[in-house]
């Protein structure tokens, strides 16, 4: 694309929209139909206090962002943003950051402190824009959380999964918005992945499978030190996750 478009973000509520999205799945992972949301949920998700957005260049839908309203501890609401996508065509081009800020933006207007949701750890481009771009945490990290599934993107491995927190109101995640400096935690242990992670997928699995599990284990052995990813580091040959304490007091106010 040689020019960056104009892109509209604007809530879906249409059964036609819905069904936009539905196809825009198809297109980004590959699902097989047993796997692709439906439109039953997109409706759901609009009805119940969820978000459902798109992001329009003219009258084509490019991408879009489903969460759905979630409840933990029998008090605390959130939000679990399940599945955002980008059509292949409108990488890179800011759309998903768009998307996010739409939703923090609802999410500040309604009270609701925190927004989650999961990724791949082998994904290091969405890890740099959990973690850098938009503040996100993690502290907890899934073994298989979906099962094997169809997409040629998850190159027949576990569905491994991350859990980002996005306290949108904390001063880590406004001062990541305006690009002005706030200070750290120490750095106590990293996780490095290397950059050839999805090529490896598709040319040598059982590698990839090993830098999996090796993955898996340094995340789950952090976690039990008490440890959070606060951080993510890039090199030309490596991903690096930055792991240091979290205190809860750092949802609003960083030490």
């Not at 980008?86 to 996010?100: F, P, Q, S």
């Amino acid at each position: 694309m040689s020019a960056k478009p104009e892109i509209e973000i604007r809530a879906l509520t249409t059964h036609r929209e819905f069904a936009e999205a539905v196809e825009i799945q198809r297109e980004i992972w590959g699902f097989a139909d047993l796997e692709l949301l439906p439109v039953r949920l997109f409706v759901v998700a609009e009805k119940v206090g969820g978000h459902v957005f798109g992001a329009y260049h003219g009258s084509r839908m490019v991408a879009f962002l489903l969460a759905i309203p979630g409840l933990r501890g029998g008090s605390r609401f959130y939000l679990h943003s399940h599945m955002l996508g980008v059509l292949k065509e409108y990488n890179d081009l800011g759309i998903g950051r768009l998307l996010k800020l739409r939703q923090r933006e609802d999410a500040v207007a309604r009270g609701i402190e925190l927004v989650e949701w999961t990724f791949d750890p082998l994904e290091l481009k969405n890890a740099f824009f959990n973690l850098e771009r938009l503040g996100a945490i993690i502290r907890r990290y899934v073994e298989n959380q979906y099962g094997v599934s169809t997409s040629f993107l998850h190159g027949g491995l576990p569905t491994d999964r991350c859990t980002a927190e996005w306290w949108v109101s904390s001063e880590r995640v406004k001062a990541l918005l305006e690009n002005r400096p706030f200070q750290r935690p120490l750095i106590e242990e990293r996780i490095a992945v290397p950059v050839g992670i999805a090529r490896l997928k598709t040319e040598d699995p059982k590698e990839a499978k090993r830098i999996q599990q090796r993955v898996r284990e340094s995340f789950t052995a952090g976690f039990r030190r008490g440890l959070a990813v606060v951080g993510f580091e890039r090199s030309e040959d490596f991903g690096t996750y930055l792991l240091g304490p979290w205190h809860e007091a750092w949802k609003q106010h960083e030490a």
